[in-house]
């Protein structure tokens, strides 16, 4: 089924309306949806270098109104549409364990680490951080930061680069995203423990 999904979204980046598709895939990936944005965001900015930081745009408003719903989700109807979110993509321990185990300050950390680098994936961190009635102003800024990064390093990676940084990109973007959490969470405790 997820090899299903995927290529279903691999297809709507050569649509005509792929900008429309990278929107709703943005949106839905931050609240409910299992496939990231990027899948579509990459092929797109390779192919269209010029339009790279447009997309990049209407990657990040969309990412962030999802998870503005996902917020919404977890604060208003967490046992009716998020608790079987969770359930379907195998997440509700995760959720679980992070909620009775987080502090605020780690939810924050959480926010951005999950935008930049889907550690841990985004749609927990959003329905985290309504459940638990993090500061809904602080939390749009969290996203807006976090996923403008993400999406607009890409672009100017794919419009400087070109197609010669696609396949880096796509074999070791994990590797990437991981060692950039990895310097944010050592910034943090860093401020948090040491300094």
Known sequence: M?????????????????????????????SIFLIPADVLF?????????????YALVATV?????????????HYAYEEIAK????????????????????????LLMLVTSGLAHLPPIKVVTI???????????FVVS?????????FALAWALSYYGE???DFI?????LLAGAASAVILAVFFAVRYVI
């Open 2 to 30: 997820l090899r299903a999904v995927y290529d279903w979204t691999i297809k709507r980046a050569a649509s005509p309306a792929a900008e429309t598709w990278l929107a709703i895939i943005a949106f839905v990936e931050s």
């Open 42 to 54: 990459v092929p797109m900015a390779i192919a269209r270098p010029s339009k790279a930081y447009r």
């Open 62 to 74: 969309a990412s962030t109104l999802g998870g503005i719903a996902g917020y919404y989700l977890g």
């Open 84 to 107: 079987p979110v969770l359930v379907f993509y195998g997440k509700l321990a995760v959720f679980e364990q992070l909620r009775s185990s987080a502090s605020k300050d780690a939810i």
């Open 128 to 138: 985290l951080s309504g459940a638990a009635g993090i500061n809904f102003g602080f």
């Open 143 to 151: 996203c807006i930061v976090a996923r403008g990064i993400r999406f």
């Open 164 to 166: 010669a940084i696609r």
């Open 170 to 174: 796509e074999r070791r973007l994990g």
